[in-house]
């Protein structure tokens, strides 16, 4: 389960670079709900060119992080049982 919070967070971030490629935030419905799909987005995007994810990862520049994105992390991703620092 950590995995997939972890990779949770890194879809948030690369948000951009996602949307840049063609690609979107991969929604389900989860009792009647809509619920974005951090995992199945990670997994048709980032994780089909792990050698891409490495590069996006390490050139990531965090001092230009979108605050908007940094909220949507503590709001989604620093809750979670399962993210621990």
Known sequence: MAIKVTLGGIVILLTDQIKKAGGSIIIK???????EDYFETAKKYLLNDVTQLMLLL????????????????????????????
């Open 29 to 35: 419905n989860v009792e009647g709900k809509k619920e």
């Open 58 to 85: 390490t050139e990531y520049k965090k001092e230009n992080i979108n605050p908007q994105l940094i909220k949507k992390l503590q709001e989604k991703i620093l809750p979670d049982p399962d993210f621990t620092l």
